[in-house]
Nanobody, 127 residues
């Protein structure tokens, strides 16, 4: 069965860095776009970044552009989110997700495009 397992979250001071990983299993990783979303308490889940199946295209929310980098290693079935210059407003639970459809990267911004989600990893940025 499809499994997505995030890791790498933690507590960091403002200005610091973290690298999140999402290990995927149970499907052919290299033919799906992968995304990262986050959700803070009392707020809706929001798009952070996405990467196409080959890694050739990446997409970012305006709030993280220039600070976060999404990447993937198809040989390791893993997608990463490198987060630099972290701010207190980045505090949230971060989720990785897989699109419902193969070779599809349109509408990457919408949670409904994704059919499978990990359990999330907590990121807390202190001021």
């Amino acid at each position: 069965q499809v499994q997505l397992v995030e890791s790498g979250g933690g507590l960091v001071q403002a200005g610091g860095s973290l690298r999140l990983s999402c290990a995927a299993s149970g499907f052919t990783f290299s033919i799906y776009t992968m995304g990262w979303f986050r959700q803070a308490p009392g707020k809706e889940r929001e798009f952070v970044a996405a990467i196409s199946w080959s890694g050739g295209n990446t997409y970012y929310a305006d709030s993280v552009k220039g600070r976060f980098t999404i990447s993937r290693d198809n040989a390791k079935n893993t997608v990463y989110l490198q987060m630099n210059s972290l701010k207190p407003e980045d505090t949230a639970t971060y989720f990785c997700a897989r699109t419902k459809v193969v070779y599809y990267s349109a509408n990457y911004y919408y949670p409904s495009t994704y059919g499978y989600w990990g359990q999330g990893t907590q990121v807390t940025v202190s001021s």
